[in-house]
Each structure stands twice: as structure tokens, then as C-alpha cells.
């Protein structure tokens, strides 16, 4: 049997040598959890409706250049001298209305409100009411071209916000106004010259349409203009995808970039120059009324054509009781190819007088 000889005293000593020790090891895993936890950063945690870029947080050295794209549904660890911003990957619209529009509920809707401007074939100018739909090009190249883009305008966001249905921060609507806007301008002066007055006085489907689709494809390379760059940061939406949908991003795995969609809402002219568009209008579709008959004359009366239309015109000019001489041939160069003569009017005798009729020898 063993003795055990210590006491008390000698038991409080040894645990108070123990207690620094415990202490220092508890210091120590402390701060080994805590570096290890801002090592770690954060989780981007995409929601279904953002993208997001992990970037150099830009101190201490470190750069601010995108390290890594990070697609709707997925998310990422990133580290200390990290950051993350995002950005809608959802359909969005761009609509240019009328002051004053508003929704169901009241509410005020539309990007912009001054109208685009074009010119019909007949030069009648006319002013543009319309919706362009897209959504950001997700393929990668195009994510981190359109990255550098947004930073001019501070179109990103530090939270997933980004992908909220009524996203709308000042640095996105800028980019927006800065881009589509104008592209939406170019486009609609381009393409307008291709429709007849009919988009504005019939309000005419087949040239509304007409004119969307030439706005539509003409859109995106209005915006390269502006973007420089050599590829397309926006697609149409609801027409643009993954190949897989479930893998955005995924290498292999392409992703389907298809026009802007482009819809016209409504045409109308200047109410300052309505009048004056009306004229015009009935002038042009005067001037192409004679064009098509003297083409159809040619076909019928030859080369000289034209002259026989001035002779049928004349000739149903004259109306009785007046009669026209008309001189037709090469050999007429008086000038005076119609000449108007009218009649003189007719006379008739005076009845005889009573006395005339009872005139003569009496019985």
C-alpha cells in the first residue's frame, strides 16, 4: 500500500503552478480560432437573382482586381483582404414613358420620360414611347468586362440587394440612362426612316413591329459603341441562357447571349407640328399616287406618256358649254397647246309687234 504524503497545502501549491499554464494554452487557442475565422472572410451566398464578384479589397497592398465570378445560387468563401459585390443577373427593363405613368397601385414607373426621336420615309418626324428588356451577359469574359463598366458608375452593390425585382440604386440607373438611353436613341433615329406615316396616323401593328425589330437588332452594337468594348455585357432576356441551367459558369457549359427585345408602346407626332405632319403626309401620298400612274400610262401609251396625261387632264378640265381646241404633235411648240374658246351665245328673233301683225290694207 502506497502512502500518499501529500498534503493539503502541497495540493493547492501544485495547482496553483497549473493554473498560468492553462491559462496561456487557452490564450493561445483563442487567438488561433479568431485568425483562422478572419481568415476565413465571409460566403457570398448568392440568392437566385445576383451575381457576384469576389475582389481585392485594395489595402495593405492588396489588389482590387476580380478574382473570382460567383453565379445566381451559389456561393463562395473569400478572405480577409477580400471584398464581394453584386450585381442583378435577372430579367430587368429599361422604359421610356410619358410623364405621369403609373402602375395598378398608383405607383410611378419608367426610367425615363422624354420620348426618342425619328423621321418616317416621308420625313414626317415622330416621337418614340418604348421598353427594352434584357439581362446582364453571364458568361464570364463578359461578367468581368462588364465589372470594370459598372465601377464608373458604382453600379454594384455590397449585398445581394442587387437582385431585389424594384432594384434601383443611383449608380445603376445612371449606367443604365448613360447606356441604354442613348443606344435607345440611335437606334430608334436609324431605324425609324423605314417605316411610312402609317406607324403614327393608323397606329399600323405590321410598322410598330417593323420598327421594334430594327431597333432590336441594332441595339446591342449601339451599346458596344458606348461600352467599347468588343462583345455584348447585355442580352434579351427570357431568350438568353445557360446551356445547362443548373451549372451557370460551369467550364464546358455555354451560355446563349440573343438580342435585346425591343417593343415599341407608342408613336405620335408633335402636337406643335401635327398639322404641318398631316400636310405633309397627304402631300407624299399625293406625290406617290402620280408617280404610280404615270408608270402604269408608260406601260400603255409609251414614252410620251407623261403628255397624254396632261391631254386627258385638259380634256376633262373642259366642260360645256366651253370647247377646247387641243394641239397635239411635235409640230405644236407654241406653247399654247390648249387653246379655250367660248361660244357665243345664242340669239333669238323678237317676237312682231301688234301693230306689225295688223298691219295691211283693210276690208
Not at 464578384?53 to 451559389?74: A, C, F, L, R
Not at 435577372?90 to 402602375?103: A, E, K, L, Q, T
Amino acid at each position: 500500500m502506497t502512502n500518499d504524503i501529500t498534503t493539503p497545502s502541497t495540493r493547492r501549491r501544485r495547482h496553483k503552478r497549473r493554473s498560468p499554464a492553462l491559462f496561456i494554452l487557452a490564450l493561445v487557442l483563442g487567438f488561433l480560432l479568431l485568425s483562422a475565422e478572419s481568415c476565413m472572410g465571409g460566403n457570398t451566398s448568392n440568392p437566385g437573382a445576383a451575381c457576384s464578384y469576389i475582389i481585392g479589397d485594395g489595402t495593405s497592398g492588396h489588389n482590387s482586381k476580380v478574382h473570382e465570378v460567383v453565379w445566381p445560387n451559389q456561393n463562395k468563401d473569400y478572405s480577409d483582404s477580400e471584398d464581394t459585390r453584386y450585381v442583378p443577373c435577372n430579367d430587368r427593363n429599361f422604359i421610356v414613358n410619358p410623364p405621369g405613368s403609373v402602375n395598378a397601385s398608383g405607383q410611378p414607373i419608367g426610367d425615363r420620360h422624354d420620348p426618342s426621336h425619328g423621321y418616317t420615309t416621308s420625313g414626317t418626324p415622330i416621337l418614340v414611347w418604348s421598353t427594352s428588356l434584357f439581362t446582364l451577359n453571364e458568361a464570364e469574359t463578359a461578367l468581368k468586362k462588364f465589372y470594370d463598366y459598372c465601377y464608373k458608375y458604382t453600379c454594384s452593390t455590397s449585398d445581394s440587394s442587387a437582385g431585389d425585382a424594384n432594384f434601383s440604386s443611383d449608380g445603376w440607373n445612371g449606367m443604365l440612362g448613360e447606356t441604354f438611353g442613348l443606344a435607345v436613341d440611335s437606334a430608334v433615329l436609324k431605324a425609324s426612316n423605314q417605316v411610312t406615316d402609317d406607324i403614327w396616323l393608323k397606329h399600323d401593328p405590321a410598322q410598330y413591329e417593323k420598327l421594334a425589330d430594327s431597333v432590336s437588332s441594332d441595339l446591342n452594337a449601339q451599346i458596344r459603341k458606348r461600352t467599347g468594348f468588343d462583345l455584348d455585357v447585355f442580352c434579351g432576356s427570357g431568350s438568353s441562357g445557360w446551356k445547362d441551367p443548373e451549372n451557370p459558369g460551369k467550364k464546358g457549359n455555354v451560355y446563349t447571349c440573343s438580342n435585346i427585345r425591343f417593343l415599341v408602346d407608342q408613336v405620335e407626332v408633335d402636337p406643335n407640328l401635327k398639322k404641318q405632319a398631316e400636310q405633309a403626309s397627304q402631300n407624299a401620298a399625293t406625290t406617290q399616287i402620280n408617280k404610280d400612274t404615270l408608270e402604269a400610262a408608260k406601260a400603255k401609251y409609251g414614252p410620251d406618256a407623261d403628255k397624254v396625261l396632261a391631254t386627258l387632264d385638259i380634256l376633262a378640265a373642259c366642260k360645256a358649254p366651253t370647247v377646247c381646241v387641243v394641239n397635239v404633235g411635235p409640230g405644236n411648240s407654241s406653247g399654247n397647246p390648249t387653246v379655250a374658246i367660248t361660244p357665243p351665245t345664242p340669239t333669238t328673233a323678237a317676237p312682231p309687234t301688234t301693230a306689225a301683225a295688223n298691219s295691211g290694207s283693210g276690208g
